[in-house]
T-cell receptor, first 112, second 115 residues
Framework: GEKVEQHESTLSVREGDSAVINCTYTDTASSYFPWYKQEAGKSLHFVIDIRSNVDRKQSQRLIVLLDKKAKRFSLHITATQPEDSAIYFCAASGGSNAKLTFGKGTKLSVKS | DMKVTQMPRYLIKRMGENVLLECGQDMSHETMYWYRQDPGLGLQLIYISYDVDSNSEGDIPKGYRVSRKKREHFSLILDSAKTNQTSVYFC??????????????FGPGTRLTVL
């Protein structure tokens, strides 16, 4: 089955800098790649996703890049703010079964 | 108001007792999920339900079973709980689309401790 590896377990940046979180996946059939954010002690909520028919998607300060050849996707958070501090999970899904395979999470700390 | 609810939020049980975790959603989503989250392991899918009485095993179904008799409710049952089932359990729901997976909405989680 699909395996998703999230390369950075922790990441620390200064406020205003950019943060990049990288993930790789194994199943070439995967076509949907969402990102979720989990603030301390809270549940997860969706932040952005990308499908395999595009290689870049932006929503305000969030940019997702997808490299299908390398089976790699990344989340870029520009102009980071303290409220961006959280655990970010990448995930991948292929086919029509609606199952997501999650990475283990990256704890992002934005220091002011 | 789009919402996924979970009850109870905290639960302490003794090994061998039965556990019932309940999840509800008000979005008429067809698909619902149960995950567990353990430190350093991310989220692991226990079961997925595509609609009433249409359930499928996830990656770690052993020791768990589910029930979905109404579209808005999805229950996770642990028969004879074990200490290694201590975890935080999340329920999620999503609409179903012809293109496969869609955004999932997560509940607040249930922290289960099995002593």
């Amino acid at each position: 089955g699909e395996k998703v590896e999230q390369h950075e377990s922790t990441l620390s940046v200064r406020e205003g800098d950019s943060a990049v979180i990288n993930c790789t996946y194994t199943d070439t059939a995967s076509s949907y790649f969402p990102w979720y954010k989990q603030e301390a002690g809270k549940s997860l909520h969706f932040v952005i996703d990308i499908r395999s028919n595009v290689d870049r998607k932006q929503s305000q300060r969030l940019i997702v890049l997808l490299d299908k050849k390398a089976k790699r996707f990344s989340l870029h958070i520009t102009a980071t703010q303290p409220e961006d501090s959280a655990i970010y999970f990448c995930a991948a899904s292929g086919g029509s079964n609606a199952k997501l395979t999650f990475g283990k999470g990256t704890k992002l700390s934005v220091k002011s | 108001d789009m919402k996924v609810t979970q009850m109870p939020r905290y639960l302490i049980k003794r090994m061998g007792e039965n556990v019932l975790l309940e999840c509800g959603q008000d979005m008429s989503h067809e698909t619902m999920y149960w995950y567990r989250q353990d430190p350093g392991l991310g989220l692991q899918l226990i079961y997925i339900s595509y609609d009433v009485d249409s359930n499928s095993e996830g990656d770690i179904p052993k020791g768990y079973r589910v029930s979905r008799k109404k579209r808005e409710h999805f229950s996770l049952i642990l028969d004879s709980a074990k200490t290694n089932q201590t975890s935080v359990y999340f329920c999620a729901s999503s609409s179903s689309g012809t293109g496969g997976a869609l955004e999932q909405y997560f509940g607040p989680g249930t922290r289960l401790t099995v002593l």
